[in-house]
């Protein structure tokens, strides 16, 4: 493995540039967006992040404007960085040609490829642990003062990045105690120094917590994970096996044994490798036994990854020696990875183009945080216009930082399971966006959206008639369908509360909600009758009838007079007037009603007693 100067340089501009174009034309990520709301309120640190993501985001913004590439900026010149760190790495293991080499074999982790696209904590937290690696290494090997405080900022950058830098302390202690170079620097004070010095990054997020009833590290370390064994995270090497790609995953992973045998030889770096490497994947490993295991953690462990690359020549030249299976892996080992990276390019990609609408099949694709806004932003402005004067409310904290970004305006939010889920409920109290800080300043009317789905679908009842008991009055207006209704946005006009109303059913119109029979089959022969159950409920008012659709045809109608013993379970506190006999039964001929042979949508469309209407569940139906 050898790559020239002007090879290296030319391949790193050439991924910059790519992901300078998907940067601007990426919607926000729901994250990016809270951590740019974050931004226009500098501060020590925040509930969910300390002060370094929304500090950078705050540069970028003001030098390239409140736009997505202002936001992600800064984050996209980090990541231009990483292969370079990278290959400073290496070049403490191989000369220049194959350190460079190394440096570009980082962009077969589509991970790392990737890294700078999102304006995300991961950025700066991963360039920490790899430039940390390099400057322990540099500080072991000399013992000057200057080391030792490179080596107490990089702690420091550390702990601004991310309340994650906590893990760093295992592969810390590891390279201490069980090497040699470990227990000398154990004795030297300069090291003892860079620790303090690495310890002030720590202060910010302290000083914040201190003020803030330690909300911050409250969640970070004790709410959001469960503390207990959980089978979940036996799967994760498969998971990583996936996110490195599964030959390049083998090849660290003979790295990392390699590392560890040598870490005693003369040749120092080696203890360092197995250190910092090892330790990462054992914190995290044992983390992941316990951790939280709802939000996405597969990139936990890329500095790990990167970390052993410098490993890769060695190990791949010995299994070409081997001939054979071990010779086809080492080929394959790289371009398998390259694939990984289009793979990952390629959705990020497909994120840029609008999402399917209401017609397309009920599915969402990988990358659902993006995708939608910029429909959601266009349905957002269509409903603004239309009514002009209220104050603007979300129903969680993630569409109301998209909203809030798109439309320049302040968006109050709602308590919401997923603000509490993220550690964002205690910040949108002191960003002033909750509604406590919303009805302190008076308000009359508003303009909510609320993403339905983003709720368990058990939850979504319950929500709706929280609106209710929340503000004096509730109409629903509208709403936005896409990938064929597994995402929705409900908009409705609420009036502030003044008492309570004396007739709740007038003052709160809710949408319908109702779904087919699980138990329905998906293959039907078209010259049999197709049986179709379901259910249907219509808060306050009731329904009038459901009407079942093959693709925009009309083909049955009914009204719900039979009970649905899953309906009633889980929502005994329906006040449809039908309840509890809410399920339907219609019995469709397709050939009758001039349907052909082939794949077709199914739908189900609620009438309420005003003649409004709404399609409810759409599922995929062959007949054949």
Known sequence: MTLSRTGFVGLLAVVLAAKAWLATRLPLFGDEAFYWLESGQPALAYTDVPGLTPWLIALGT????????????????????????????ARRFVGAGCARAVGAASLALPLAAMLGVLALPDVPLTLAFVALAIALDRYAARGR???????????????????????????????????????????EPRFWLAIAVGLAGLLPAVAFNALHDWQGF???????????????????????????????????????????RRRIDASPPWDVLAATAGGLIVAFAGLG????????????????????????????????????????AARLALPLGVVGTLVLASAMVAATRPPP??????????????????????????RRAAAAGRVLIAGDFMLGAQLEF????????????????????????????????????????????LEDTARREIDRLPGLLALCRTFGAVLWRDELVLHGGRFRVLAFEVTRREDSPADEARACDLPPLGDFDASMPDRVPIDRPLVVEGWAIDEFEGTARVEVLIGDRVVGRAVPDRPFPGVLDQWPMSTDPRHPLVGFRVEVDPAAA?????????????????????????????LT
Do not use: C
Request: no cysteine.
């Open 145 to 187: 003062w200057a080391d030792a405080l490179v080596l107490g900022a990089l702690i420091a950058l550390g702990w601004l990045a991310h309340y994650r830098f906590v893990v760093a302390a295992l592969p810390a202690l590891a390279w201490l105690l069980a090497t040699p170079r470990g227990r000398r620097v154990a004795r």
């Open 62 to 89: 003001g030098v390239f404007g409140d736009t997505p590439f202002g936001v992600r900026g800064p984050f996209l010149l980090l990541g231009a960085l990483l292969p370079v760190l990278v290959a400073a790495w």
């Open 289 to 328: 036994l316990v951790a939280d295991a709802e939000r996405t953690r597969f990139h936990w462990l890329l500095p790990a990854w990167l970390l052993l690359l410098p490993t890769l020549p060695s190990v791949l030249d010995g299994w070409r020696a081997r001939g054979g299976v071990a010779a086809l």
């Open 594 to 622: 001039g349907v052909t042979v082939g794949r077709h949508r199914l739908l189900l469309r609620v009438v309420e007693g005003s003649g409004q209407s709404r399609i409810v569940a759409v599922r995929e139906l062959l």
């Open 406 to 449: 798109a439309l320049g305006e302040p968006v109050a939010v709602l308590p919401h399971p997923r603000n509490a889920k993220h550690g964002r409920a205690g910040q949108l109290a002191i960003l002033g966006r909750d509604m406590v800080a919303l009805d302190s300043r008076g308000w009359r009317e508003g303009l909510l959206l």
């Open 357 to 382: 609408g209401a017609d397309a099949p009920p599915s969402r694709p990988m990358l659902d945080n993006l995708a939608e806004w910029p429909a959601v932003v266009e349905f957002a402005r269509t």
């Open 218 to 260: 409250t969640f970070q370390y004790l709410e959001r994970h469960p503390w207990r064994l959980s089978a979940v995270g036996l799967a994760e090497p498969l998971v990583q096996a996936l996110v490195v790609t599964p030959v390049l995953f083998a090849a660290l992973l003979a790295g990392l044994t390699h590392g560890w």
